[in-house]
């Protein structure tokens, strides 16, 4: 989506992954095999290009930062600030000391770690690996004794470290996604509702309304400007009767707001592009007064079909492996209110589902 978006903007993305089946090798013909982790295939791809940004939570920014001292590509968001906020840990001690409410958390590296963390917090808890987790890998929710058991027999703390956060109970969870310029500015795109299925989105609708978001602007821009950050960032939220709390924050484009490739007049794509080439921001509108999406989660099955309906777009991946629970595409519906636009896009789902 980011390179489809680079290519409306007249730009040339070059893209190094894997293989070519993968989607962003799909529409681009300025693609170079090789994995993003590995620093010969990584110099080699610089070669290529003036500005580089990444989309995975699978990228080692260690790797990114050694070897771009010795290049002089521009580098959005900063390779030292993905490698602070990939890892659950030093994102949380960031969001502490600028005073953006977060979950109390402890730093787990040994069982004992984890004995304490129970102590503290009680069961359930909820246990996440430090780096290299989404859509619920590397997420385990604790319930018992005995789930606490097969975690300390499963794990290895020392070479997976992990944060304990309590189990909280919320009213819903939101998402709002942020686009910083190279200049300072910003644009916020619409708050959003969000709902997961087994610990992955499943659908998102909005714009949505929270008088504890309005209070939390001011800080979170205030932290974007702290930490430089250049592109597009999301944060996800818990909400309460009575606050607003950060759940986790994604450096990068995000799943949240693959809306906005229909229902704003400036998507989250080319939001993320203008702010790292140091374009100015335009003001997005929505194109209808309300949206809502649908993520298509294989099943498992060879084929799945969806049917063409109004104010419905189908965004496919073209991914190779239909493995069960894998987000394959998504669909966005148009409405006069989240509810209603949500229902299109339900509607499409369990047509795609046939």
């Known amino acids: 989506m980011l390179a489809l978006a680079a290519h409306n903007m007249g730009l040339i993305p070059w893209v190094l992954s894997t293989s070519p089946d993968d989607p962003a090798a799909q529409v681009t013909k300025w693609w170079i095999k090789g994995d993003p982790n590995n620093p010969k295939d990584l110099s080699r791809f610089l070669k290529n290009v003036d500005v580089l940004t990444v989309e995975s939570e699978f990228l080692d920014a260690a790797v990114l930062e050694r070897v771009c001292k010795n290049n002089k590509v521009k580098i959005f968001p900063s390779a030292n600030l993905l490698f602070l906020l990939q890892d659950k840990l030093s994102q949380k001690i960031i969001l502490r000391k600028s005073n953006l409410p977060t979950l109390p958390f402890i730093d787990i590296q040994h069982a004992s770690h ?75 795109l619409p708050l959003v509702e969000t709902k997961q299925k087994n610990s992955i989105c499943h659908w998102v609708k909005g714009p949505v309304k929270s008088k504890f978001f309005n209070k939390m602007v ?42 906005s490739i229909d229902a704003l007049t400036t998507s989250q794509f080319d939001y993320h592009l203008k702010a790292i080439i140091g374009h100015d921001l335009p003001v997005s509108k929505t194109i209808q007064p309300a949206f809502g999406t649908v993520n298509l989660l294989g099943s498992g099955k060879k084929n799945s079909q969806l049917a063409n309906s109004p104010d419905t777009f189908l965004h496919w991946y073209g991914k190779s492996i239909k493995r069960k629970g894998r987000k394959m595409g998504h669909v966005n519906s148009l409405g006069d209110t989240p509810a209603q636009a949500l229902a299109k896009a339900r509607q499409a789902e369990k047509e795609f589902s046939k």
């Open 114 to 188: 984890l004995d304490f963390a129970v102590k503290l917090f009680g069961l359930p808890l909820v246990l996440k690996k430090r780096r290299f987790g989404y859509d619920g890998y590397g997420i385990f929710i604790l319930k018992s004794s005995r789930d606490l058991n097969s975690i300390l027999k499963s794990l290895d703390f020392k070479n997976s470290p992990c944060i304990a956060e309590p189990w909280f109970k919320f009213k819903r969870e939101l998402a709002v996604t942020i686009a910083r310029s190279k200049k300072g500015q910003i644009r916020i």
């Open 218 to 259: 001011k800080p979170i821009c205030r932290f974007l400007k702290k930490i430089d950050y250049v592109g597009a960032i999301s944060f996800e939220f818990f909400e309460t009767k009575k606050e607003l709390v950060i759940n986790e924050l994604a450096p990068r484009v995000h799943n949240s707001a693959h809306y």
